[in-house]
């Protein structure tokens, strides 16, 4: 289902949003998911950037790519290496 696959996505990118926030303020609030401070303090923020514009891409591609298990295993191993 597209709309879940976007869902998810979205929600991935909010994640990173939130941790890349949290790495480059040093605040946390109200709106930074708290165990995304957590997330923050083990890596660093190129990282999380690139994970970022990982997930981002994906999204786009998300209506042209047919293999979307293809497309979900890639990012996978993208966000783990």
């Known amino acids: 289902n597209p709309d879940r696959i976007r869902l998810i ?7 990173y949003r939130d941790v890349l926030r949290y ?3 040093g ?7 708290p165990e995304a401070t957590a997330a923050a303090r ?8 690139a994970n970022l514009k990982e ?12 293999n979307k298990q293809l497309m ?4 996978l ?3 783990t290496a």
């Open 9 to 15: 996505l979205d929600l991935l990118i909010s994640w």
């Open 42 to 49: 083990t890596g660093s923020p190129l990282r999380t950037e």
């Open 55 to 66: 997930i981002t891409k994906t999204r786009a591609s998300l209506e042209i790519n047919a």
């Open 72 to 75: 979900f295993e890639h990012l």
């Open 23 to 25: 790495q480059s303020t």
């Open 77 to 79: 191993f993208s966000l």
């Open 27 to 33: 605040e946390s609030s109200p709106a930074i998911h």
